[in-house]
Nanobody, 115 residues
Framework: QVQLVESGGGLVQPGGSLRLSCAAS????????MGWYRQAPGKERELVAT???????NYADSVKGRFTISRDNGKNTAYLQMNSLRPEDTAVYYC?????????WGQGTQVTVSS
């Protein structure tokens, strides 16, 4: 079993920044891809960004150039630096990882972008 705990969400004004963290614990050996997804009210959960254990990244078009995903393998933690935030970025952000083909999800952290 893998446990994922997100932190760093909150309320921010448009144009502001936030940094999300996702700490993995438990059976962490073999974790390959870590990523961030988000779900806005009334919408389906969508991919935001992913990063492999070797550092290869992938981003949704809507966040390219504004968000940066990174990973500290020594700390078993993934990060999502979010800059130039927009109201449409408002959502619950979930961390996800894949270990030996099995997906694990965190509990989510709320990000609200509003003036």
């Amino acid at each position: 079993q893998v446990q994922l705990v997100e932190s760093g969400g909150g309320l921010v004004q448009p144009g502001g920044s936030l940094r999300l963290s996702c700490a993995a614990s438990g059976s962490i050996f073999g974790i390959n891809v870590m990523g961030w997804y988000r779900q806005a009210p009334g919408k389906e959960r969508e991919l935001v960004a992913t990063i492999t254990s070797s550092g290869t990244t992938n981003y949704a078009d809507s966040v390219k150039g504004r968000f940066t995903i990174s990973r500290d393998n020594g700390k078993n933690t993934a990060y999502l630096q979010m800059n130039s935030l927009r109201p449409e970025d408002t959502a619950v952000y979930y961390c996800r990882c894949s270990r030996l083909g099995h997906p694990y999800w965190g509990q989510g952290t709320q990000v609200t972008v509003s003036s």
